[in-house]
C-alpha cells in the first residue's frame, strides 16, 4: 500500500485546511486509516482514527470539535478536514494505514504504512 498526503499549507490561527491521503491497492476498505502529526523536537502524536464502515472515527482529545476525519472507500482516500486551527496545531502530518484492524489505533505502532507527510503550519 501507498499512501500520498496532500492539502497541507500555512494558514492564519481560526482558519481551516483540509487534508487528503489517497492510497494504492484493492483492499482499502478492509484497513483502519489514521492520522498522526510530529511538531519539531517532539514525538509523533495522535490525531485521528478512521475505522472500517460503520466502525467510527476516534479523535485525540487536543482536536476534538475541531476535527474531522473521513474515508471515502470508493476513492481509496481519507480526508482530514481541520478547523479553527491553532498555532500548536503546527505540525507535519501524516496518514497511515493499519492492515491489521489493531484495536490500538492510538498508537504509531499499529500503522503498517506511512504517507510521506504534509506541512501544516499555523501563523499566530
Known amino acids: 500500500v501507498q499512501l500520498q498526503a496532500s492539502g497541507g499549507g500555512l494558514v492564519q490561527a481560526g482558519g481551516s485546511l483540509r487534508l487528503s491521503c489517497a492510497a494504492s491497492g484493492r483492499t482499502f476498505s478492509t484497513y483502519g486509516m489514521g492520522w498522526f502529526r510530529q511538531a519539531p523536537g517532539k514525538e509523533r502524536e495522535f490525531v485521528a482514527a478512521m475505522r472500517r464502515s460503520g466502525g467510527g472515527t476516534y479523535y485525540a482529545d487536543s482536536v476534538k470539535g475541531r476535527f474531522t476525519g473521513s474515508r471515502d472507500n470508493a476513492k481509496n482516500t481519507v480526508y482530514l478536514q481541520m478547523n479553527s486551527l491553532k498555532p500548536e496545531d503546527s505540525a507535519v502530518y501524516y496518514c497511515?494505514?493499519?492492515?491489521?484492524?489493531?484495536?490500538?489505533?492510538?498508537?504509531?505502532?499499529?500503522?503498517?504504512?506511512w504517507g510521506q507527510g504534509t506541512l501544516v503550519t499555523v501563523s499566530s
Open positions: 497511515a494505514a493499519d492492515r491489521y484492524y489493531r484495536a490500538t489505533y492510538y498508537s504509531p505502532n499499529s500503522y503498517d504504512y
